[in-house]
């Protein structure tokens, strides 16, 4: 059984930084995208960035373009996400996916298989 699990969040003012990890166990991710997704209160979830494990190419949506970085580590099998320079409309639930996709935009929920069951970000202003 895969699991997800996320740490990292927490209260931060604005213009600060916060560091996500997700540690990941059950299997390995040579095939997968391993991508962070968000989502505030009376919103929808939406793709934050993500990183395809064979070659580590990265995507992220155009709001967070520049302040947040991506990384896996393939010894510890974690995917993080550095977030600088934050916002008080960063403010969201962060949630850790993997699913199996090779070329498939990494931008869709559904295409992911499993998830983590998120951490908090709040950014004061």
């Known amino acids: 059984q895969v699991q997800l699990v996320e740490s990292g969040g927490g209260l931060v003012q604005a213009g600060g930084s916060l560091r996500l990890s997700c540690a990941a166990s059950?299997?390995?991710?040579?095939?997968?995208?391993v991508a962070w997704f968000r989502q505030a209160p009376g919103k929808e979830r939406e793709f934050v960035a993500g990183i395809r494990w064979s070659n580590s190419r990265t995507a992220y949506t155009d709001s967070v373009q520049g302040r947040f970085t991506i990384s896996r580590d393939n010894a510890k099998n974690m995917v993080s996400l550095q977030m600088n320079s934050l916002k008080p409309e960063d403010t969201a639930v962060y949630f850790c996916?993997?699913?199996?996709?090779?070329?498939?935009?990494?931008?869709?929920?559904?295409?992911?298989?499993?998830w983590g069951q998120g951490t908090q970000v709040t950014v004061s202003s």
């Open positions: 996916t993997a699913g199996a996709m090779s070329i498939a935009p990494m931008t869709d929920a559904i295409k992911y298989d499993y």
């Open positions: 059950g299997r390995t991710f040579s095939s997968y995208a």
